[in-house]
């Protein structure tokens, strides 16, 4: 394997796996945070250190040397998701970011754009459809999530990355929605998945 394939499949893993951060759920509730926490401090060290010159990532794309990099930016939409979001709501988008995201950008290269975002919506969409069937309105609420997580890849920015919008994009609509609902006496929420054993 040539040296760029080989960064170019790391990128890929390293992405995908992001997921292992809704382990989090797993964590006693009372040190959860703290540990999400602690996590992220190592990660920021990281990074500063990496855009500094004093150590340096295989798998990053070029203009990342100069900027924060993708898995920072993951690392931030994660830890926003998992302290200040309903469960229900923060697993869907940060699967969607670690899964999805990858997806797309395979399948943009070798079937063109809109079928990768068609591709992406459908994935995302049982993403949601898997952690909401508990729901009466899970149907809507996935659509609602695709939509947006679709929306949060298509949104080019320099100021932020897709790694984030993916992933505050959906989790954002969905807990006004929710908010909103509520003020109603309607509880859209599905139950909780994950919890300590």
């Known amino acids: 394997m040539k040296a760029e394939e080989y960064t170019y499949w790391l ?10 951060s809704i382990l989090y759920y797993l964590i006693p509730t009372q040190s959860r945070n703290f540990a999400a926490i602690a996590v992220f401090v190592i990660v920021a060290l990281i990074e500063v250190l990496r855009v500094k010159g004093r150590i340096n990532l295989k798998g990053l794309r070029d203009y990342e040397r100069t900027r924060l990099s993708g898995f920072f930016y993951f690392a931030i939409g994660a830890i926003i998701l998992l302290i200040f979001f309903p469960q229900q709501i923060a697993i869907p988008c940060i699967l969607c970011a670690a899964f999805c995201d990858p997806l797309v950008g395979e399948s943009r290269k070798r079937l063109g754009k809109g079928t990768a975002y068609a591709m992406m919506f459908v994935l995302s969409f049982f993403i949601f459809l898997l952690i909401w069937s508990s729901s009466t309105y899970c149907i809507a609420v996935s659509f609602m999530g695709a939509a947006a997580a679709v929306l949060g890849e298509v949104v080019k920015s320099r100021w932020i990355d897709d790694n984030v919008l993916i992933q505050l994009l959906p989790a954002s609509i969905i807990l006004i929605c929710y908010f909103i609902v509520l003020h109603m006496g309607i509880n859209i929420l599905p139950v909780v998945v994950l919890t300590p054993p």
Do not use: Y
Not at 11 to 20: A, D, E, L, M
């Open 11 to 20: 990128r890929r893993i390293v992405h995908t796996f992001g997921s292992v």
